[in-house]
């Protein structure tokens, strides 16, 4: 058996960016089919908690990642207006959690494989496979051939469509919206991910590097609601205009164009990811909910396991089978875990709030623990 030396990657956002390193950097041939023209990564921050830093150390981008992202120590949980609920130490690992922009993160891996290994502005429509061949088939006209293909290519993904012909994700009645500025409160504690509780929505914030400050804001919201006539930053300081001093002061400095705006789906958990030479990864494969921050940190676990796999494995479908039993557990995990953490976050009746509140006080030592089995993870 020949090994899968051309791998097709169908999407170049940072699962299938960090795929292409990590199969750069095990010999192999990868390339990446992205369908936007330009590279590029949405405007807000991500927590790579210790299990993702332990991914960039093995591929060498750790020392670069720690020179544009923040070290963070504590992950507080509080009452809307203040109170500390819970508070996580998350810097107990013998690798650093760093806040960090997307689009420093997308162009850290995009600059560690050579430029022509991605190409832009093609949309994957379908493949056919052929003995131990795939060939994919893009908008353009183009085709390619490869060893074996993955689909990187999202929540949305053509390639999970094309293999399984599955049910579009589920919407989990979430609304977010997430800003950025160089604005840092007064009574912000430096290392801090600071999160805010409140009825039916919820408000966080973390540094990233270069003094900017990165917020997100949640609410339950029906599917596909509309803005409000008033725009996002106004909708955002009436919802939020009570709740603790740095939450609307942040809101109120941001510009109106530096706030996104997503609703939030995940799938239920199901094999398989693989069919012969094609297999899925990142949100393609598993889409969740981001209350865990998981979403980016498990991506970049599959491209390394992944690699691997392909690495010791010369047969991709025997490589992906294995990659798929690795992974599977795991990620089906923090999927229930994140939709459960999604619904206390739902409530929205005083009582259930009390409730939960005096629960999240009572469970600090165990809601830690639960976070640290989650970061002490080494794929
Ligand atoms: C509000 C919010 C906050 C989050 N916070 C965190 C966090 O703190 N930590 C964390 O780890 N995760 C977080 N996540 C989750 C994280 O953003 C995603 O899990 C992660 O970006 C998934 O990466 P991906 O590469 O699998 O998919 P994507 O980032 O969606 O990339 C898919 C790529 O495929 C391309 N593509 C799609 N279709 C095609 C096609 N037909 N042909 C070619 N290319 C195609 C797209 O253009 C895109 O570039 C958050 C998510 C949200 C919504």
């Not at 591929?59 to 963070?72: E, F």
Request: aromatic share 10%; net charge neutral; glycine share 10%.
């Amino acid at each position: 058996m020949k090994t899968a030396n051309n791998i097709i990657i169908v999407g170049g956002g940072i699962g299938g960016a960090a795929t292409a390193v990590a199969l750069h950097q095990a010999g192999l041939e990868p390339i990446v089919y992205e369908r936007t023209s330009e590279l590029r990564e949405v405007g807000a921050g991500i927590a790579l908690w210790a299990n993702a830093t332990h991914i960039l150390k093995n591929l060498g981008l750790l020392s670069d990642a720690l020179r544009v992202g923040y070290l963070i120590t504590n992950y507080q949980f509080n009452s809307q207006s203040g109170k500390e609920l819970v508070n996580v130490p998350v810097d107990s690992f013998e690798l650093p959690v760093v806040g960090i922009h997307r689009a420093e993160l997308h162009q850290l891996l995009w600059h560690h494989v050579e430029r022509e290994k991605f190409v832009l502005g093609q949309t994957f429509l379908g493949f056919e496979l052929e003995e131990q061949k795939v060939r994919a088939h893009f908008s353009s006209g183009l085709t390619v051939e490869g060893d074996a293909l993955i689909g990187a290519d999202g929540l949305r993904s053509r390639v999970r469509a094309a293999l399984f012909g599955d049910q579009p994700p589920i919407y989990r009645h979430f609304k977010t919206w997430r800003g950025l500025t160089d604005y840092v409160p007064s009574k912000y504690p430096p290392g801090y991910i600071q999160e805010f509780l409140g009825r039916g929505k919820g408000f966080g914030f973390m540094m990233l590097g270069q003094g900017r400050m990165y917020w997100y804001a949640a609410a339950t919201a029906p599917l596909a609601q509309l803005n409000a006539p008033i725009g996002r930053k106004q909708e955002l300081e009436t919802m939020f205009q009570d709740w603790f001093p740095s939450v609307p002061e942040l809101i109120t400095v941001t510009d109106e164009a530096n706030i996104l705006t997503t609703d939030l789906y995940d799938r239920v958990p199901t094999r398989p990811w693989s069919k012969q030479n094609i297999t899925l990864l990142g949100d393609a494969a598993h889409p969740m909910l981001p209350t865990m921050g998981q979403g980016a940190c498990t991506a970049l676990e599959d491209a390394y396991v992944l690699a691997k796999c392909l690495k010791e494995q010369a047969d991709p479908k025997v490589a992906f089978q294995q990659y798929e039993s690795e992974r599977f557990p795991r990620t089906k995990l923090i999927v229930e875990q994140s939709l459960r953490a999604g619904k206390m976050g739902e409530l929205d009746h005083p009582v259930g709030v009390a409730v939960r509140n005096t629960f999240m006080k009572l469970m600090g030592s165990t809601i830690s623990n639960s976070f640290k089995s989650l970061h002490a993870y080494r794929a």
